[in-house]
């Protein structure tokens, strides 16, 4: 089983770089991809990267597409967000998820989650 925590959530100025990351811990050898999601009140979950572990392949949400970058550290199973040119339409709480094989890129299609950190933008 593998655990994951976030870390590195708070109030950002509008403007500012967001950066996250996230421990992986557990059978960290069945990681085949990880991703990090947000989710607004009141919106549905939804992608902002995913980097697959073995060649670094990686996919953005539409959303913050240009903005964002997910990138790893393979010696310390840690996977870390940066996000530039915050808006107040990035406050959510962002969630780390893994999963043992790729099957997509939508939340159900993840297996594993962290408890999930929030990032407000204050304009």
């Known amino acids: 089983q593998v655990q994951l925590v976030e870390s590195g959530g708070g109030t950002k100025q509008a403007g500012e770089t967001l950066r996250l990351s996230c421990a992986a811990s557990?059978?960290?050898?069945?990681?085949?991809?990880m991703a990090w999601f947000r989710q607004a009140p009141g919106k549905e979950r939804e992608l902002v990267g995913c980097?697959?572990?073995?060649?670094?392949?990686?996919w953005y949400g539409d959303s913050v597409q240009g903005r964002a970058t997910v990138s790893k550290d393979d010696l310390k199973y840690e996977l870390t967000l940066e996000m530039n040119s915050l808006q107040s339409d990035d406050t959510a709480v962002y969630f780390c998820?893994?999963?043992?094989?790729?099957?997509?890129?939508?939340?159900?299609?993840?297996?594993?989650w962290g408890r999930g950190t929030q990032v407000t933008v204050s304009s």
């Open positions: 998820a893994a999963e043992a094989g790729f099957y997509g890129l939508r939340p159900q299609d993840f297996g594993t």
């Open positions: 557990g059978r960290t050898d069945r990681i085949y991809v």
């Open positions: 980097i697959k572990w073995k060649d670094s392949t990686r």
